[in-house]
């Protein structure tokens, strides 16, 4: 629970500087570039605290973090924990390299049968792109309730305005949320 907190923290922070920033700046149409894919995933699996044999599953969107997902995919099996795979939240298509047993045997799934099927997870990262309205986040959510489990969730998109409206990601932005969670001092934080 300590790192939700941590995470709901540090998005308050984020949100904060970014809408004294981010109001009227024009979106960013491809995919974050210049980030340090390596430092943050570095960050997420010293934030996860995996323990060996930990199952661990990701949630995200195609086209975006694309590169996060592998090198997650590599760090999680190094601290000898076990990479279910990375649920899609597009439900039409997802990169082939993202499939897994687990991904491929929950097709056509509702969320009901979802949360059944993550009943056994550990972890879910919830990257950038994912939100509570897909139907993987909402079942691993349903897991969470259930007393199962544990989450870290990424509220790098998402941000609104003071009308409303979405703010839309800029790469000054990109670079500002990866300056917070990776150097953020946790420990003080907490």
Not at 116 to 124: N, P, S, T
């Amino acid at each position: 629970m300590n790192i939700m907190r941590r995470q709901r923290t540090l998005l308050v922070v984020g949100l904060i500087a970014l809408l004294a920033t981010g109001c009227g700046q024009k979106k960013q149409e491809l995919p974050p570039s210049g980030l340090d894919w390596n430092a943050i995933a570095d960050q997420i699996v010293r934030q996860s605290k995996l323990q060996p044999g930990e199952k661990v599953l990701l949630v995200a969107s195609p086209g975006k973090f694309d590169s996060l997902v592998t090198i997650l995919e590599n760090k999680i099996s190094k601290e000898g924990a076990h990479y279910l795979g990375a649920f899609s939240v597009d439900t039409v298509s997802s990169p082939e390299y993202w499939r897994t047993e687990l991904v491929n045997s929950a097709k056509g799934k509702s969320r009901l049968d979802l949360a059944a099927h993550f009943g056994e997870v550990d972890l879910g990262i919830m990257l950038p792109g994912a939100t509570p309205a897909h139907k993987a986040y909402a079942a691993m959510q349903d897991v969470l309730n259930m007393g199962k489990g544990r989450t870290i969730h990424f509220h790098w998109t998402g941000a609104y305005d003071l009308s409303g409206q979405p703010i839309e990601l800029t790469s000054a932005m990109d670079k500002f949320y990866q300056s917070v969670l990776i150097n953020t001092n946790y420990d003080s934080l907490q």
